[in-house]
């Protein structure tokens, strides 16, 4: 029993290990003292010492383990990116269902920071109260599991923490900014909103003769929704 904590112990030392230090030279210097250097005159003795255990205060660590952990760490790390870059619309046929569909095109866009959509949605919510709201799409994907809207069991709709939400029966309205976009709901030309990454503005008036610079917009019919409209911003540069 006590070998094994101690195991589990060691093993999650060497994680932090593996993490805070480049190479395992550095993790050696690291358990040498000014005074192990005073007295031995010699850096890579002092090394050879910290190795077998004999110099330093931290856990004994050999350099083939040092190795495999290293290898293990930054192979977990791909992995996890790769996991992180799979869209969650990926291999899914939204032919029957136009807003799933306009989601699905933008969403690799607005994951890497190409796009930010922002989507108009008009519909009526479980309650059975009607609620509209713009919604920032790209902050949306960073911060909830897309993978339910995309597979049916979620329908999208506007929330209290939107860009802009309005509940038709309660007449309950909020706005709020995103770390992508400004509110302007104090401008005279209506609601405005801001892209905090290159200051372009989106005027998401339906009597303006245009969005503004470098944005269009385009609605969707869909039969689950009253109402769609998709304002696509495209940003000078990457995410």
Known sequence: MATGGGDTRAHGGSDSIITEFATYEDFLDSQITPRDLYYLEDEELARQLVELGYRGSGEVLKREEFEQRKQAASASKVARHDQESELCSSGKDFSEFPVLGALAEREEANRNGKMMSIFFIRCKNGKGQEVSGYIDYAHRLKTED???????????????????????????????????????????????????????????????????DNTSRISIVSPRYTQVIIYDHITRRKA
């Open 146 to 212: 897309f993978s339910l809207y995309f597979s049916g069991k979620k329908k999208l709709l506007p929330q209290h923490n939107d860009l802009s939400f309005y509940n038709w029966d309660t007449n309950f309205c909020s706005s709020s900014s995103t770390p992508n976009y400004q509110v302007l709901a104090d401008s005279k030309g209506g609601l405005l909103f801001k892209c905090k990454r290159d200051r372009k503005v989106i005027d998401v008036d339906p009597k303006a003769t245009s969005p503004g």
